[in-house]
């Protein structure tokens, strides 16, 4: 079946330094890709996504690059900020068979930035 | 668009208490999800509906919870009889049927069991 597997957290970085969290997947099919942030108190978020190889998802200075020769679509900024402080979710989607897709998300990194 | 709507936000309940969470999704989004997030578990996929038909219910925990969509703007799910290692957050999220289309989350419920 289909599997996420994204780094453990939490990850504490400085205002401005570079921030990577990796992800990588399993899957049966060609799926669709997602990054979604969640903050304290709240649900889950799209933060970007890239439905085909080679693509690059970007949003808020996120970005993403589905690779499929390594099964990976990390996520990278190049300068955080403390409102990034969240838990980031790697995410894949997948239609499994007519009329059913499978979502599957990782277990999320916790990301903390301080001033 | 004011997005998915749950409620309550917050349910404080004793053991053996029926608890009904409720969903909103947006309309024209013709699948729902429902997830129950722990600190333990992360993330779990518990049913989706499409058009308002359960189409994976396998991650039910137990006969105790039941989930119906009744119509295309409105979902329920129930837990009776309650158990403490049912606290938990549960949210709500709805999509189109579009491969692509990403979920959108509602705010959850922050369940308490005592």
């Known amino acids: 079946g289909d599997s996420v597997t994204q780094m453990e957290g939490p990850v504490t970085l400085s205002e401005e330094a570079f921030l990577t969290i990796n992800c990588t997947y399993t899957?049966?099919?060609?799926?669709?890709l997602f990054w979604y942030v969640q903050y304290p108190g709240e649900g889950l978020q799209l933060l970007l996504k890239?439905?085909?190889?080679?693509d690059k998802g970007s949003n808020k200075g996120f970005e993403a690059t589905y690779r499929k020769e390594t099964t990976s679509f990390h996520l990278e900024k190049g300068s955080v900020q403390v409102s990034d402080s969240a838990v980031y979710f790697c995410?894949?989607?997948?239609?499994?068979?007519?009329?059913?897709?499978?979502?599957?998300f990782g277990s999320g990194t916790r990301l903390q930035v301080q001033p | 668009d004011a997005g998915v709507i749950q409620s309550p936000r917050h349910e404080v309940t004793e053991m053996g208490q029926e608890v009904t969470l409720r969903c909103k999704p947006i309309s024209g989004h013709n699948s729902l999800f429902w997830y129950r997030q722990t600190m333990m578990r992360g993330l779990e996929l518990l049913i989706y509906?499409?058009?308002?038909?359960?189409?994976?219910d396998s991650g039910m925990p137990e006969d105790r919870f039941s989930a119906k969509m009744p119509n295309a703007s409105f979902s329920t799910l129930k837990i009776q009889p309650s158990e403490p290692r049912d606290s938990a957050v549960y949210f709500c999220?709805?999509?189109?049927?579009?491969?692509?289309?990403?979920?959108?989350f509602g705010n959850g419920t922050r369940l308490t069991v005592t």
């Open positions: 995410a894949l989607s997948d239609i499994v068979d007519t009329g059913r897709r499978a979502l599957t």
């Open positions: 890239a439905t085909k190889a080679d």
């Open positions: 509906f499409n058009n308002n038909v359960p189409i994976d």
């Open positions: 899957a049966t099919g060609y799926p669709s």
């Open positions: 999220a709805s999509t189109d049927r579009g491969d692509n289309s990403p979920l959108h």
